[in-house]
């Protein structure tokens, strides 16, 4: 199994960056896929974006070219690059990590993310 532990969230204003980090602590970081996940009030969970072992990423459309999902395998660390911050970016973000062939299994408490107009 594995532990995720985010950090890094904070309040910004629209246009403003963050740097999201999700430490990996119980079992092999580098066998795992890895993603971020947001979900704001009232709203679903939903998927920002996902990194292969290998370093691939996917991104959904709405972060698309503003959100870099990057991974440290050495470190057992992920993170999430944000720039041009919007409104609607605002929620709690959440790491995970799943296996192939899996959904998402393990999962971080979250860390706030609020961007002001």
């Known amino acids: 199994q594995v532990q995720l532990v985010e950090s890094g969230g904070g309040s910004v204003q629209a246009g403003g960056s963050l740097r999201l980090s999700c430490a990996a602590s119980g079992s092999i970081f580098s066998t795992y896929y890895m993603g971020w996940y947001r979900q704001a009030p009232g709203k679903q969970r939903e998927l920002v974006a996902t990194i292969t072992k290998g370093g691939y990423a996917n991104y959904a459309d709405s972060v698309k070219g503003r959100f870099t999902i990057s991974r440290d395998n050495a470190k057992n660390t992920m993170y999430l690059q944000t720039i041009s911050l919007k409104p609607e970016d605002t929620g709690v973000y959440y790491c995970?990590?799943?296996?192939?062939?899996?959904?998402?299994?393990?999962w971080g408490q979250g860390t706030q993310v609020s961007v002001s107009s």
């Open positions: 995970a990590a799943w296996t192939r062939g899996s959904g998402p299994t393990y």
